[in-house]
């Protein structure tokens, strides 16, 4: 077995994931696998346009992708010099302080264990839906949602390169898909009010256009709402070619290509509708796209688009079990709880893979899913949409404070001066900090639209709590350690690779490790 079939052992016992395993484009295909364009677009399109902003859809997504561009300005700056499979977990760490660090830790690990079982819920229901639709047999959700779960376990227990695979298919066809209807409309000319560039003015994003009693806070939220897992390029880190390199790239291609596109669609959907797409979005939802798929192109594209909705669902819930599994492994292999090492943090001896933090993440999305279920709760209205606010609200803080790290590590710290410097490292990361932390407040503000009727349920209500309760964790864990022991304290979230580290030319021959970042800047 050669070296690149196995991860290299390193003193502690800490196992490393499988280095050069996968490259750019696989980097790219999970981050906007992670991101789910179809879901994003049929799911939070008709409520941008039924109760957001309402034709000013396309201008919110314009708003959003610089906003998000300009964040990742700062977040590219630390992925040229932190490699680590946490991600936000190491660079906040860095940046912040291990105190923040932990915090930041649990908050993400959270956020992207429910996202997988929240996408699941949506998985079920769609499956449920497209059968009846389609094939008239009613299979029960839960039966699908097993299905869903047991191939992401199967799936990413292998190397990672059959994943990026898998969801690179499933990508293409949903992008070919929603492409397809959105230059039908534009080749058309749009729809019974023409093109309506006007749609386009980013003055839009700030009101509600065409729409009596919109909230334009609602809008801007589910805009923002349809990025997240874009940032979980940084997570494949330790496991692509050249990370210094692809990673940064990889993270712009994703915010900007997805935000064009997002944008493209968005407009071409509006336009297909017309003037009337805000009323046809409230009473419709989906058939914002599916109507003029139906008359531009016919009804097989839109049992076509059903069936890749179902398949572009489970694609994501792929996509979020991979970044939960990584974020398990890179707490477990630092052994703050002793015992995680030999466990959460082990990867696979052949494939590389963090299989049993794969395997406890699969454990805890079933639990969760069976606890729904129980409680007679719904796969869509329930499953899906409180888990995704619930992780929302947390990625969305974690986010917010990465912004804020960037700051601390270049300027405040004072590492890699080279690299620092007014615009990238100290007003971007400024700027991006702050608008993360209005779109923080716009989901306070939205949550209960957001969530629909899910909001009177008891869950809904616990969220905040939740959320508070996974940070308090998280800071009193980081204290416990700091007073009792120093040691461990010292690594939360410093292991970084030494290969993917910065060296100096008389190192280049060392062998491969996992060390303290720390100790790489000295």
């Known amino acids: 077995m050669s070296i690149t079939e196995r991860p290299v052992e390193a003193a502690g016992g800490i196992s490393r994931l499988r280095k050069d395993a996968v490259g750019l484009t696989g ?16 799911g939070n399109v008709p409520m941008v346009v039924g109760f957001g902003n309402g034709l000013g859809v396309p201008a919110a997504y314009l708003v959003a992708t610089a906003v998000l561009t300009i964040f990742s300005v700062g977040y590219v700056a630390m992925a040229k010099h932190i490699t680590s499979a946490g991600a936000f977990y190491g660079y906040i760490s860095h940046g912040l302080g291990q105190v923040a660090g932990m915090v930041a830790g649990l ?14 819920g949506f998985f079920a229901y769609s499956a449920n839906d497209t059968f009846k639709s389609l094939a008239g047999v009613d299979v029960h959700w839960l039966w699908f949602a ?27 066809t949903e992008i070919l898909m929603l492409g397809l209807t959105a230059v039908a409309a534009l080749l058309n000319g749009g729809g019974p009010d023409g093109l309506m560039a006007g749609t386009l003015n980013p003055a839009n994003a700030f009101t509600t256009t065409g729409l009596t009693g919109g909230a334009v806070g609602l809008g801007l939220f589910m805009c923002f709402w349809s990025w997240v897992g874009f940032e979980s390029t940084a997570m494949y880190g330790e496991e ?15 915010v900007v290509g997805i935000g064009l596109f997002y944008t493209f669609v968005s407009w071409m959907t509006v336009a297909a509708n017309g003037v009337k797409a805000p009323e046809i979005a409230a009473e419709q939802y989906a058939g914002i796209f599916f109507v003029p798929t139906g008359e531009l192109v016919g009804q097989w594209a839109v049992d076509l688009f059903k069936v890749l909705i179902l398949t572009g669902s489970f694609a994501c819930s792929m996509a979020f079990h991979n970044c939960a599994s990584r974020y398990l492994y890179a707490i477990g292999r630092e052994d703050l709880v002793p015992g995680t090492r030999r466990t959460l943090g082990a990867t696979h001896p052949r494939h590389g893979s963090p299989y049993i933090a794969g395997f406890v993440q699969t454990g ?15 796969p869509y209205l329930h499953i899906y949409t409180l888990l995704a606010v619930l992780g929302t609200l947390a990625i ?26 007014w615009w990238r490292t100290l ?14 407040l716009l989901l306070f503000q939205n949550q209960e639209t957001a969530a629909g009727d899910a909001s009177k349920s008891l869950f809904f209500t616990l969220i905040p709590w939740i959320v508070l309760g996974f940070a308090v964790l998280g800071a009193a864990l ?14 939360i979230g410093r292991i970084v690779l030494e290969d993917t580290a910065e060296r100096d030319p008389a190192e280049e021959a060392a062998v491969d490790r996992p060390t303290l970042q720390d100790t790489v800047d000295s």
């Not at 980097?27 to 049929?42: E, L, S, Y």
């Not at 908050?107 to 699941?120: H, N, P, Q, R, W």
């Not at 007003?427 to 923080?440: D, E, I, K, Q, R």
Request: proline share 4%; hydrophobic share 60%; charged share 10%.
């Open 27 to 42: 980097v790219i295909f999970m981050a906007v696998a992670t991101a789910a364009p179809i879901t994003a677009m049929t």
């Open 107 to 120: 908050l993400a690990t959270m956020a992207y264990v429910v996202f997988e079982a929240s996408i699941i």
């Open 146 to 172: 097993a299905l869903g779960l047991a191939l992401n376990a199967i799936l990413t227990y292998f190397d990672i390169n059959l994943t990026a695979k898998v969801l690179g298919v499933f990508l293409i």
């Open 240 to 254: 692509s070619r050249d990370p210094k390199r692809i990673i940064p790239i990889a993270t712009l291609v994703s």
């Open 364 to 378: 805890i999305s079933i639990v969760l899913i069976a606890a729904f279920a129980l409680a007679g709760m719904d």
């Open 396 to 421: 969305l803080i974690v986010q917010t404070m990465c912004s804020f790290a960037v700051v601390g590590y270049f300027h405040v710290r004072k590492k890699h001066p080279e690299t620092a410097s």
């Open 427 to 440: 007003l971007a990361p400024l700027a991006g900090g702050l608008a993360m932390a209005y779109v923080v």
């Open 478 to 491: 980081a204290l416990y350690l700091r007073f009792r022991n120093p040691e461990k304290y010292a690594i």
